[in-house]
């Protein structure tokens, strides 16, 4: 492949960097223009270029896979049936093939070290000892708090009941999660749902907090790799897709901290290995019809 | 013969008759258009490209989303009861924050100006700071200072129990911290009307046997009016247009304005976001309209000018008052400034977010990966040191001409243009940089390229964005001078352009410049607007510390604030030190 | 030829009921010197305004030569007029010091920064500020930043100066020499001049012609002389040298332009024009120097004395018309309450035209 | 008793050189109404705004009364004195109506609505304004101003007033009616009234003593007739009623006060002091009403001519002491370069202290 291609992502500056960096090691003909910014932003840049009929970018990597639900949905994405998608759990990529997840980004519980107790379970939450300490990202605002909602209330062992008890004892849902990551480190609150790798990278670090992936198992937004229908050059996006699902994507992604998508992967430092990570099920389409409903459920529930 | 309409070319009198040619040529030059008709024209294309056309945009995409003529989301979308709510929330708080602004941003103008307080230029200095920091650092700074863990409260032995709520996440912490981020604006502006009170207005009054504040309440606030509601409708639609306040503390409370809603709106999945987008940023321009229409009533056809020249400072002695109004300002600052800024500076000198800032803990790795290792917080801080210094300064020198006219020229058609030209600052960033893109991401008609990833689209967007932050200030001041001083320099055939530059500027300069410094430094790390805009090799610094912030790398964000604080700090440091070959009053923190 | 022609201007602020200028023609020659006189209000900054083009005519029209300036749909802008204007207020500019704002129009010209300084030295010379080029405006008395006004003006070289009461804040000296600066410079330029002040002896001392206004009108335009001794109305008669105007009956005429008449239950011999009733009852424009304390004349009583150094102003009623009260200039001593004769050495008699009522009652 | 007493005070602006007031001590008996004369720029207004509390003193104190108000390490504020103050530049409120402009200083005293209005409607009347309440200082003539501002003062009904040019703008006749007003106010009331003019008539139509100023200083405070027919000093002399200086020799006493005197090449009795000099050189105060055209006295050329309405003021050059210019008033037509024979009718010898060198020269 060769010729420019233009990407939108919402990972952080530094990973993305060495994404495109390591993509273009492999494709050296190919030349990179990425743009980067938080999901809704991206996502509302985009929505005004479609608006305006001139979308700009060929691969999108962002968020996660009911954003590209929504997508598939209005007709934005390409299939790209070449793909290799061994190793890949169904449910992690689009059944056809318009999108593929390359990464896992768990939520799960974050505490503080000095709080009272270390919660093991997402029912823990819901314990007096916990009344008032926990704050988690508003899914009103948090693309992976809305995925994380969707999974709770998918999973019949927890449900809406459950959210109903967080709130009854006093959990408080404001912002994204590097809000709630920063009132768990900085003692604000005892505990905190939050995204797996920011714990973990910042307590290695000497953050005083300590992250626990639940027994019921974790929801994980996947960051998914799609191309645009509206693609300039589909043949560099089709190579840069194959590249992050391939090994080498994929061992990438775990030297920057995150857990790779791809079984058989070893995982980074200060994560358990793979396979005692528990997922629970998730149905990105179910979440994107709910995602509404969801969301007025909640804010009726937390009174937002 | 008195007919003599070419006087630089012929500067001595002479009493030969005049040739046929001549008089053509005199026809010729009645018929050319002058400098203030070209100023006017040029004045209104600017205002139409920058202000209407994004919002026209707007218009359009809210009631033709994709093109075709459909009212039906605008209906659903205004009528849904969630955009009451926020509409109202949006009007309380605004009105709140407004009055508080007022409050704070006057007794401050009021003291600097008037009294024998000291220390006038660092308190002036420490006042403006505030502007420099984002908001959304003031409110996390301020939502940790009130909360349960709050280091301050609990020395003060006054910290609520662990988990109770906190005070700041609600309806009063979002009016208090609004009011308080915009006081700035209020002050910039009294104080630069302050400085054209005529002396014996003051004096005339005291002679009647009036004391301090009587005179106060009855000439220098009335006679401040314009300046007064320049400052409070730039409060006003800033409070209106806010996103990071409400944001912070109003989502955890439940608590939605009209921005943050609008924010959501963007994080749904719906297929219609721009439009419904687009619907809710007309709903926030008409806000921001009625208050500024409001305000003009206000006014109404009353005359503030005075006539005679201004006098040097006014002197109110304090005497025994003075150490405890000089005690009460500087706690204002130390709230307002030195808090979120000690706030900022302990995250930035830690390793990683939470560990307690200690002798041990404590590093400049964050300053040294930011500045040594990143280069584009380099690249960024050239952008928008540019951006910036390019928008205040193109900005100051239209908002001149254009003040006059919007006040001497009058007329419906221009208070109309000056109104609108000032909506596009109370729209959410992100709104405007919508529109932005929805314009120029198409190749320019005619010209044949496109802004669209260019630097120049932040640009236009700062353009639009900033205008009536340059204008509202140097508005009020042309409705307190005299317009003789404007007529004499006609009368000398001075053409418009050399009286723009002779006597409309200098004596303007200090309002001007007031607008100007406002300008700059509220966009020096602007981040909603560019954060849609940004390209890469394009990044501003808001762009910048919000990335790092958002991907988790929030000591270093701080890192690149603080950085940005001190950059200002000797910006403005080094601008005092030309202070003496500049009009007075032209630096705000020069006096 | 005709330098500035005004027809039938008008000037009405908003709805105001009364226009401030009310059908107002003039014609003012080349180098010619013109003063408005008239009361506080009566509209004369106005018609300057109008003439140098800051205010736009609600109607009529004014021509500089043949130059339609103002009216029938067009308006030059002031800076297109040449004309000086120095402001009642002086609209100093605070930001300039002294030597800037004077040599204003002379960098508008162009010139060089020596010959400027040169002719600013000139300008403030002749309004006697040499040495203040560098203060500003704001450390200047009320009647020096009167007379960097004037300078600036002065150095302007205009073809028309409009000046608004110029010296108004000055002493009796420094405004003569001011006069005589005014005069000077007029010869010199051959500038065409138009003077506002409420100063009659000011009008009279400079102007060519001096045209009266009232209430937005002109009352007479004339010749200071003829203004003072044969005024057209009863108007002029009162506003021009402290004049009354005073019910006579006209006995008949008594040759070289006089005419007898009967006033007080005196006799005596006043000037008459071709309008002026010939007999009959009829209104006689007095001025305070016609009367004089003596033997003969009509009785009257000491009502008031004013000081004026040179000598006392009193003021008389005359026993025949009680409630009239007349000026009287003299050298004596003469003590309130007391009952002089008084003689009417000389006196105007109106035109037949001014009895029609536009100024009825006597003074 | 006294109501203000100044001693010695001294005011500098900033490092300037000259003191805008240098050593002015004046004391102002309750009651009395003083004039400040002098020419622009002589520190007129500043003396006022130390008097009025808005200026500090540099040197010297004055006292209210007993009581020290500035000076001394004391300065009242302005809102303690009690004193009104009409400004030069009129210092109206734009923002106020004029009934709210004149009603100000009743507010500050909380006075009852229904009595501010009836209070500020007499003092409109006082200054012929009524039916102008409503109006914006904006919508006004210059002179419509001035009178609001002096209708404000009017309504404080103050223990002091101070006047800074308050008629500066005015014409003749509505200058005449304010100077009616200010007396009969006077009068009324018995406040003490300071005010500045640099309009001798005015000065002396009004006030019961004038200090007269220059550079700062006070050269002489007398009452009106005094300074008129006795100046102290050259200075003075010059500046009250056109006088002007010249050299004579006096003769010897001629009895009734007065002396006889050589000068030009003829003879003349004038009036002398009992500290003129008695013999030789001397300096002789003349004003125009002294000198008359006639067939006896010296001879002198006519050099120019003024109209003045009522008579025509010559300048003539007596041709004993060429380029010697005098002024002098005549009914009589002259023409300019004509000869004639002038009489002088009265004069003043200067006290001889006077000739000692502070204002040498004659004009
Ligand atoms: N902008 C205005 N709006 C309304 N009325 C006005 C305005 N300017 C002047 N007037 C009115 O017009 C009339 C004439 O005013 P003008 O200033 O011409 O008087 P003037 O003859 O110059 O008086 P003065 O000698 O007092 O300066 C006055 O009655 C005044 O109140
Ligand atoms: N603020 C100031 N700074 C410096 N010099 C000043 C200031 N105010 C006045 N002066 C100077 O002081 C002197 C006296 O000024 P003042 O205003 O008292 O004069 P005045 O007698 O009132 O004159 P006029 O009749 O022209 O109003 C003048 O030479 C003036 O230039
Ligand atoms: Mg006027
Ligand atoms: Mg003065």
Redesign the pocket.
């Known amino acids: 492949a060769s010729g420019k291609l233009v990407l939108y992502t919402s990972q952080p500056n530094a990973d993305a960097q060495a994404t495109v960096d390591a993509f273009k090691a492999k494709n050296p003909d190919v030349t990179v223009e990425w743009v980067r910014d938080g999901t809704t932003k991206i996502m509302a840049k985009l929505q005004a270029e479609f608006a305006a009929g001139n979308p700009q970018p060929d691969v999108l990597l962002i968020a996660d896979s009911v954003t590209m639900a929504g997508l598939k949905r209005d007709d934005r994405l390409m299939a790209d049936t070449d793909v290799d998608t061994t190793g890949y759990e169904t449910g992690l990529y689009d059944k056809d093939k318009t999108w593929f997840s390359t990464k896992l980004i768990t939520t799960g519980i974050v505490n503080n070290t000095r709080a009272a107790m270390t919660p093991t379970s997402w029912k823990d939450l819901t314990k007096p000892e916990a009344k008032g300490q926990v704050t988690m990202p508003s899914p009103l605002t948090s693309g992976a708090a809305l995925v994380h909602l969707a999974t709770i209330t998918q999973n019949p062992a927890l449900g809406w009941d459950y959210v109903e008890a967080l709130a009854k004892n006093g959990a408080t849902a404001s912002g994204g999660n590097g809000g709630v990551f920063k009132a768990v480190a900085g003692g604000q609150k005892a505990y905190g749902v939050v995204v797996d790798y920011l714990p973990i990278r910042e307590a290695a670090k000497g953050s005083p907090v300590n992250f626990v992936f639940p027994t019921e198992g974790v929801s994980a937004v996947t960051e998914p790799v799609a191309i645009l229908k509206t693609a300039q050059n589909p043949e560099a996006a089709k190579a840069f897709v194959a590249f992050l699902l391939s090994d080498d994507g994929q061992k990438l992604a775990a030297d920057m901290g995150y857990l790779p998508a791809k079984e058989g992967i070893a995982p980074p430092k200060g994560f358990p290995s793979r396979d005692k990570i528990k997922l629970m099920p998730f149905d990105a389409d179910k979440a994107l019809a709910d995602a509404e409903a969801n969301k007025k459920r909640f804010a009726e529930i937390f009174g937002g | 013969m008195p007919t003599r309409p070419l006087p630089t070319r012929r500067p001595t009198r002479s009493a030969s008759p005049r040739s046929s040619a001549a008089d053509k040529l005199i026809a010729l030059s009645n018929r050319r258009p002058d400098g203030e008709s070209l100023a006017f024209a040029v004045l209104v294309v600017f205002v139409l490209v920058v202000s209407i056309l994004p919002m026209g945009r707007l218009l359009f995409e809210a009631i033709a989303p994709g093109g075709r003529l459909d009212a039906a989301p605008l209906l659903e979308v205004l009528t849904a009861p969630s955009t009451l709510t926020a509409t109202v929330h949006s009007l309380v708080t605004a009105l709140g924050g407004t009055a508080i602004s007022l409050a704070l941003g006057t007794l401050l103008a009021l003291a600097v100006a008037l009294t024998d307080m000291r220390g006038k230029a660092a308190l002036v200095f420490a006042f403006l700071l505030p502007l420099m920091i984002p908001p959304q650092v003031t409110a996390l700074s301020w939502a940790q200072l009130a909360g349960p863990s709050s280091p301050l409260l609990i020395t003060l032995g006054l910290a609520p129990p662990l988990g109770a709520p906190n005070p700041l996440y609600s309806a009063e912490g979002i009016i208090l911290l609004l009011g308080i981020q915009h006081a700035p604006l209020v002050f910039l502006a009294v104080r630069a009307g302050l400085r054209g009170l005529p002396r014996e207005m003051i004096e005339a009054a005291r002679a009647c046997g009036a004391g301090r504040v009587f005179v106060l309440r009855t000439i220098i606030l009335p006679m401040m009016t314009p300046s007064l509601v320049a400052g409070g409708a730039l409060a006003f639609v800033s409070a209106i247009g806010n996103f990071g306040i409400p944001a912070l503390l109003g989502i955890p409370a439940g608590y939605t304005v009209l921005p943050t809603l609008i924010y959501q709106r963007l994080a749904s999945f719906g297929p219609s976001i721009i439009s419904d987008v687009a619907v809710l940023s007309i709903l926030v321009g008409a806000l921001a309209f009625a208050g500024f229409a409001a305000q003009s009533l206000l006014i109404g056809r009353r005359d503030f000018r005075s006539v005679g020249a201004p006098s ?1 400072a006014l002197r109110y002695r304090l005497g025994k008052a003075r150490l405890p109004v000089e005690i009460f300002a500087w706690a204002i600052i130390v709230l307002i400034l030195v808090i979120p800024l000690i706030a900022l500076i302990a995250t930035s000198l830690v390793s990683a977010y939470g560990v307690p800032l200690s002798a041990t803990t404590m590093t400049l790795g964050n300053y040294a990966e930011v500045l040594l290792r990143q280069d584009a917080t380099v690249r960024a801080f050239r952008n928008s040191f540019l951006l910036a210094g390019g928008a205040s300064l193109l900005l100051m020198l239209l908002a001149v001409p254009f003040a006059a006219l919007i006040v001497w020229r009058g007329g419906r058609f221009l208070k109309s243009l000056a109104m609108l030209a000032e909506v596009p600052y109370a729209l959410p960033g992100i709104v405007l940089g919508i529109a932005a893109i929805l314009i120029f991401i198409r190749p320019l008609p005619i010209l044949g390229f496109s802004l669209y990833n260019t630097i120049w689209i932040i640009f236009f967007a700062y353009l639009a964005r900033f205008l009536t932050l340059s204008l509202r200030p140097v508005v009020g001041a042309v409705q307190q001078l005299d317009r003789g001083l404007d007529e004499a320099a006609r009368m000398t055939g001075a053409s418009y352009l050399f009286r723009l530059r002779t006597v409309l500027f200098p004596l303007l300069a200090p309002a001007a410049a007031a607008g100007a410094v406002l300008t700059f430094m509220t966009s020096f790390n602007e981040l909603t607007v560019s954060a849609l805009l940004w390209s890469a090799g394009n990044e501003t610094l808001g762009v910048i510390v919000f990335n790092l912030d958002d991907g988790g790398f929030t000591v270093l964000a701080s890192a690149v604030a603080v950085v940005t604080v001190v950059v200002i700090v000797a910006i403005m440091g080094a601008t005092a030190l030309f202070a003496r070959k500049l009009p007075r009053g032209v630096l705000p923190w020069a006096n | 030829m005709t330098a500035i022609s005004i027809r039938g201007a008008v000037k009405r602020f908003g709805a105001a009921a009364a226009a401030a200028v009310d059908d107002v023609s003039l014609e003012i020659a080349e180098g010619e010197f013109v003063a408005l006189l008239g009361p506080s209000g009566c509209g004369k900054t106005t018609l300057l305004r109008l003439i140098a083009g800051f205010e736009t005519l609600s109607g009529g029209a004014i021509r500089f030569g043949d130059r339609l300036v103002a009216g029938e749909g067009t308006h030059v802008p002031p800076e297109k007029r040449n004309v000086a204007i120095v402001f009642q207020s002086y609209a100093l500019w605070p930001h300039m010091t002294v030597a800037e704002n004077v040599g204003y129009a002379l960098r508008v010209r162009g010139l060089g920064k020596a010959e400027r300084a040169r002719k600013v030295v000139e300008a403030l010379a002749a309004v006697e500020l040499s040495g203040f080029e560098r ?1 500003r405006p ?7 930043r009167q007379r960097v006004a004037l300078a600036r003006c002065l150095a302007m070289d205009p073809d028309v100066i409009l000046l608004d009461e110029p010296l108004a ?1 000055l ?1 009796v000296h420094l405004r003569a020499s001011m006069e005589e600066t005014f005069r000077a410079f007029h010869a010199r330029t051959g500038a065409t001049m138009v003077y506002v002040t409420h100063d009659q002896a000011e009008a009279m001392a400079m102007a060519d012609r001096i045209a009266v206004m009232e209430k937005g009108r002109i009352l007479q335009v004339a010749a200071p002389a003829t203004l003072y001794a044969e005024p057209a109305n009863e108007g002029v008669a009162r506003f021009v040298g402290n004049g009354r105007v005073v019910d006579c009956a006209v006995v008949g005429p008594a040759g070289e332009g006089r005419s007898s008449i009967r006033l007080f239950g005196g006799e005596a011999l006043v000037r008459a024009g071709e309008a002026s009733p010939a007999s009959g009852p009829a209104r006689l424009a007095l001025k305070p120097e016609h009367l004089a304390v003596g033997e003969a004349g009509f009785a009257a009583t000491i009502r008031k004395a004013v000081f004026k150094g040179a000598h006392t102003l009193y003021e008389i009623e005359p026993e025949a018309a009680p409630g009239v009260l007349l000026p009287l200039p003299s050298d004596r001593r003469l003590s309130i309450g007391e009952s002089v004769r008084v003689a009417v050495g000389d006196g105007w008699l109106l035109p037949a035209s001014a009895m029609e009522a536009r100024y009825p009652a006597a003074a």
């Open positions: 040097e | 203060r704001a450390e200047l008395s009320g009647g020096q804040n002493d």
